[in-house]
């Protein structure tokens, strides 16, 4: 299992890598984090902008307080799972792999609720409409 982890993360940074040159635009910084990783830290990670790889579930269309169009979504890796929402249009469907690049929050209140484990996106970039050979 150890090795099929480590391929995959491996393939991850790899297509994340690919993903930046063809799109002109790089990412920031932040290195690329496993999901595992955000949640058994996630006070070090806590107001982190963090980039993060995986396949899109649960997909869903919003409109925020403002009438403006919103997604969320959760975003699955080999061991995790962590939910992603942001504002605009997401171009990703169920099932897409993508990288997402946002900002962590360990914890925030919304309303009488509490979240915990949510990525704010401020870039969702599909892998699958890149290449679809590349991603399995």
Same mark, same amino acid.
């Given at each position: 299992?150890?090795?099929?982890?480590?391929?995959l993360?491996?393939?991850?940074?790899?297509?994340?890598?690919?993903?930046?040159?063809?799109?002109? +635009?790089p !990412?920031?910084?932040?290195? !690329?984090v496993?999901?595992?990783?955000?949640?058994?830290?996630? %006070?070090?990670?806590?107001? @982190?902008? /963090?980039?993060?790889?995986? +396949?899109?579930?649960?997909?869903q !269309?919003?409109?925020? +307080?403002?009438? @403006?169009?919103?997604?969320?979504?959760?975003? @699955?890796?080999?061991?995790?799972?962590?939910?992603?929402?942001?504002?605009?249009?997401? %171009?990703?469907?169920?099932?897409?792999? /993508? /990288?997402?690049?946002?900002?962590?929050s360990?914890?925030? @209140?919304?309303? +009488?609720?509490?979240?915990?484990?949510?990525?704010?996106?401020?870039?969702?970039?599909?892998?699958?409409?890149?290449?679809?050979?590349?991603?399995?």
């Open positions: 299992m150890g090795s099929r982890v480590g391929l993360g491996l393939i991850a940074v790899t297509l994340a890598s690919v993903l930046m040159m063809m799109s002109g +635009r !990412l920031s910084a932040a290195a !690329l496993e999901v595992t990783e955000l949640l058994a830290h996630p %006070d070090h990670y806590d107001h @982190q902008v /963090v980039t993060v790889s995986g +396949r899109v579930t649960s997909f !269309l919003a409109t925020n +307080r403002d009438g @403006q169009p919103a997604f969320g979504f959760l975003l @699955q890796d080999t061991a995790g799972t962590v939910k992603v929402v942001g504002l605009g249009k997401a %171009d990703v469907r169920e099932g897409d792999y /993508v /990288v997402v690049e946002g900002i962590f360990r914890l925030r @209140q919304a309303g +009488r609720a509490i979240v915990y484990n949510e990525i704010k996106a401020t870039s969702v970039q599909s892998m699958t409409k890149m290449n679809p050979d590349l991603v399995g």
